[in-house]
């Protein structure tokens, strides 16, 4: 029998994953928080299932628990269906990532597939390979051109990594965060940095100018098992440097052919006048040279003809060789000039551009200094980028503010709904394998119990939405705040009654001006967190006044008080302290501090020195 740990803190779907499972002959023990689940935790555990939003933790947090005393297979849990979310938990070395809501019988298949993959992977070769390296995950062992190299086990976890994950970009961040979880400790910044320069003095040829793992700047770094690139632009730096060659040699041969021919037929002309054996046989040789056609020319070349003189005979250099020679040195001159002139430019283009890249990247951090020593012919592109970056990064960060709000809410109105869903899902699976009346009855009864919770939510949802798209006219009546307070308590005398909690509203008449109903709901929210904090026969004091720039609202009780460490949060959305209702949504103080401050209003928060917690509303 399998024996697997689950740990979520929803009673209802732990209660159903448990039920099922152990129909299916797994054991399942359960914690309901990262406290209970450390607790539990041993090393007879086959699997471990994990929900990733615990009350006081989170998912990955337990997985860096378990990893760092033994690699037991770990499958995540949750209503978080961001793709990068999932890659995030599998790149951590999850096995499997669960998201709510599901089926049962999809969850057990899940399950058996990780277990059967675990013990075939117990079999499989271990052996990675890079370029010249070789490592043998078995034996913990590093070969470099088939010498064993002697490497720390931090270096040793860090090129694991990095061979796992070959030709691909790993960013500071994450190495620092899987060194992190898979040692335990905390590995800093330059810790990283001197680790790495470690390893490449030992696995680089040259670790001042390394091939295998690289430096991606302002990013972090990737190893490198391609050699396409690196072969491709030296074949096309020789591919052209032989084309100068070849195309410098030819050129040469022509001008050199070319000019041998002008000069034959000019020598040609001089010895047609001589022929003639003329009385101004100086004036016409001159005056016949300057003509382009002279008549002259096919006279002088027979007589050249017969003393083996022939045009395209190489009349200065009878010795063929000797042309070449010359032609293939001037070759090799320009290719040089060409080459050279090629290197300066290249290495001129690669430093503008990385004082260009070091501009860009500056500009990111926020640094917008003109501040660029840069060629002339790349000024008029780092203005114009200058321009472009400014632009873009302003309507990136509207972008992305605009994004993050609306995915966190979407985030958390799908966290919301999708875990009473899965609860009603699981208990609807178990009432169909269910074969008794009081099994069925108890599904009944919580299923009951999940359709009025996602009413209630379903309803603060929709409040909520209306609030955010601004789509609700509130009122401008005068309002007298007692009769707000009355209207609030109402809806709650039956707990307050039954918990026996002493009520007491102290104040003169005061008005402010705003929408009763809406006004209403506010402090609703807000006397009832204090009501639900109270133990029996507590205390709740509202107190109420005002002066020429305010009206101060104060609710007071005499429990616990609210942990420092929730006090930041607590007019956070869907957040839940340590100590709230298992049942509440999280949703009613972030509704209250919405509908105050669309009233020109604020609200803080704080714990008073005498004990219990201290609402303050002010209206101005």
């Given amino acids: 029998m ?130 010249d390296l070789k490592l043998i995950k078995s034996q913990t062992k590093i070969f470099k051109a088939n010498e064993e190299i002697n490497i720390t086990g931090r270096e040793y976890k860090l090129l694991e990594m990095f061979m796992e994950n070959q030709n691909q970009t790993l960013t500071r961040r994450f190495i620092l965060e899987r060194l992190w979880d898979i040692e335990g400790d905390f590995v800093n910044d330059n810790t990283l940095t001197v680790t790495i320069k470690r390893l490449r003095e030992k696995i680089e040829d040259n670790p001042n100018k390394p091939i295998i793992i690289k430096t991606i700047r302002g990013i972090g770094y990737r190893m490198e098992n391609d050699m396409s690139s690196l072969s491709k632009s030296l074949f096309y730096k020789i591919g052209l440097l032989i084309f100068i060659l070849l195309l410098s040699f030819t050129f040469s041969i022509l001008i050199y052919n070319f000019f041998e021919n002008i000069l034959f037929e000019k020598l040609a002309t001089v010895m047609g006048v001589v022929s003639e054996n003329s009385k101004d046989l100086e004036i016409r040789a001159m005056n016949q040279l300057k003509s382009e056609h002279s008549k002259y020319m096919s006279t002088g070349k027979k007589t050249l003809s017969r003393y083996g003189y022939n045009e395209g005979g190489f009349i200065f250099l009878k010795n063929k060789k000797k042309v070449i020679y010359i032609s293939f040195l001037f070759s090799i001159l ?77 985030a958390d109105i799908s966290h919301q709904l999708k875990t009473p869903i899965t609860s009603i899902n699981i208990m609807s699976e178990l009432m169909e394998s269910s074969n008794t009346k009081d099994e069925n009855q108890e599904y009944i009864n919580r299923l009951n119990k999940q359709i009025k919770r996602l009413e209630t939510l379903t309803n603060s949802l929709l409040t909520m939405s209306k609030l955010d798209a601004n789509t609700i006219e509130f009122k401008e009546d005068i309002i007298d705040i007692k009769n707000i307070i009355d209207l609030a308590i109402e809806p709650i005398m039956f707990l307050v009654e039954k918990k026996n909690i002493k009520l007491n509203i102290v104040g003169e008449h005061t008005t402010i001006r705003g929408d009763i109903y809406w006004l209403g709901e506010a402090f609703l929210n807000i006397i009832k967190n204090s009501v639900e904090h109270l133990e029996y026969s507590g205390e709740i004091n509202i107190y109420f006044d005002s002066n020429p720039i305010f009206t101060e609202v104060k609710i007071e009780d005499n429990g616990s008080g609210f942990l420092k460490e929730d006090l930041p949060y607590i007019f956070k959305r869907f957040y839940k302290g340590k100590n709230a209702n298992k049942d509440s949504v999280g949703i009613g103080l972030s509704m209250a501090r919405t509908i ?22 002010k209206f101005y």
């Fill in 2 to 131: 399998k024996k697997i740990l689950l740990i979520e803190d929803d009673e209802n779907i732990s209660f159903g994953i448990k039920t099922y499972l152990e129909k299916k002959d797994f054991k399942v023990e359960i914690g309901d928080n990262l406290a209970k689940g450390k607790e539990k935790f041993n090393l007879s555990y086959d699997l471990i299932i994990v929900d990733m939003n615990l009350p006081d933790g989170t998912g990955y947090e337990f997985f860096s628990f378990v990893k760092s005393k033994d690699d037991i297979p770990i499958i995540f849990l949750t209503v978080i269906d961001e793709e990068e979310e999932i890659v995030k938990g599998l790149n951590l070395g999850a096995d499997d990532y669960i998201t709510k809501p599901f089926k049962l019988s999809i969850l057990e298949s899940r399950i058996n597939t990780v277990l059967r993959r675990v013990k075939r992977d117990s079999t499989l070769d271990d052996t990675l390979f890079c370029k």
């Fill in 334 to 410: 320009i290719t040089f000039i060409f080459y050279s002139n090629m290197s300066i430019s290249s290495k001129n283009k690669k430093k503008n551009i990385e004082k260009l890249k070091d501009y860009l990247e500056r500009i990111n951090k926020g640094d917008y200094s003109l501040s660029l020593n840069i060629d002339e012919d790349f000024a008029i592109l780092s203005d114009e980028l200058y321009k472009t970056v400014v632009t873009l990064r302003e309507l990136k960060e509207r972008a992305i503010e605009d994004k993050i709000n609306l995915k966190d809410n979407m």
């Fill in 596 to 617: 105050i401050e669309k009233h020109n209003g604020e609200i803080i928060v704080e714990n008073r020195r005498e004990g219990g917690a201290r609402f303050k509303v």
